[in-house]
């Protein structure tokens, strides 16, 4: 929504809330006194009330107030336009602000150090380290570490298959009379499958990401893209010359896992846990 139009929106709204409350005041000043007219009076001089504390309060909070005028619509539309979408490069996420577009642009780090396995001096060393990277950019770049669940449905619908097609196998050895030996030789691969198949869908499995993300602003999109991507490549030269490993900048639909909570979270990989958690108090 364009500043100027909110501008005029939010002076509207509360142009109308105070007109509304000053018209209910003179109407309850009119009523002539009585017992059933001083009823009304009050629930009239009520809502003035409330009109008069919703036109103050839409100066702050105009976002709150009006779908409560706007509830009985089928659609309420909250924003005219996409949050953020991919660059067609895609290696960036843009966001339009104003006039101006914003490119995102997130950059993996691999480290595979771990603070246990490390001595006193290797922890100095690698609080250095961190120091000068962050000293890196004259750019605002953010270092972060996040933890992710695994979406590990696509593995393990592998391991299904391949048992089905090792029980396949079993299964026609064993009505074409084949060998006692490769019989058992194949029912103990069919064993393994199904064993590892057990330990990788028993729990939930985190991978740990460290990475740095970097906005840069830019009159058109392309201009945007190109920036980010400059100051990207800078910024990984920088990460690497430091703690001598290759970072590279995330592609496609892995940039979503950095903004979107169902890639955080899989919920295909979800909804099989709790299946199996529902099947295991049955059992």
Do not use: H
């Amino acid at each position: 929504m364009i500043a100027g139009e909110y501008m005029d929106k939010k002076l509207l709204v509360f142009l109308g809330l105070l007109g509304l409350s000053f018209v209910l005041v003179i109407i309850a000043s009119v009523i002539p006194l009585s017992a059933a007219a001083d009823v009304l009076k009050l629930i009239i001089l009520a809502v003035a009330v409330v009109a008069n504390v919703l036109a103050f309060s839409s100066r702050y909070y105009l976002y709150l107030i009006l779908p409560l005028f706007q509830q009985r619509k089928r659609d309420i539309v909250i924003a005219d336009q996409s949050p953020y979408w991919l660059s067609s490069t895609s290696d960036s996420i843009l966001q339009k602000a104003g006039d101006d577009f914003i490119a995102t642009v997130y950059i993996n780090i691999p480290l595979y150090r771990s603070a246990t396995e490390m001595s006193d001096e290797d922890k100095l060393n690698f609080a250095q380290q961190v120091s000068r990277m962050v000293g890196i950019s004259k750019e605002p770049t953010r270092f972060s570490t996040q933890l992710y669940v695994m979406n590990k449905d696509s593995y393990i619908q592998k391991l299904r298959d391949t048992i089905t097609t090792v029980e396949e196998e079993e299964a026609k050895l064993v009505t074409g009379n084949a060998p006692a030996n490769e019989i058992e030789r194949v029912r103990g691969k069919a064993a393994m499958w199904r064993k590892m198949l057990d330990n990788v869908g028993r729990g939930s499995s985190l991978e740990l990401s460290s990475y740095a993300s970097l906005s840069v602003k830019g009159g058109k999109e392309f201009e945007a893209v190109s920036l980010v991507q400059q100051k990207a490549r800078e910024l990984m030269s920088g990460i690497g010359a430091t703690f001598g490993v290759s970072p590279n900048v995330v592609l496609g639909n892995e940039l979503l896992k950095f903004i979107e909570p169902e890639y955080l979270i899989p919920f295909s990989t979800i909804s099989e846990q709790i299946t199996k958690n529902i099947q295991e108090e049955v059992i």
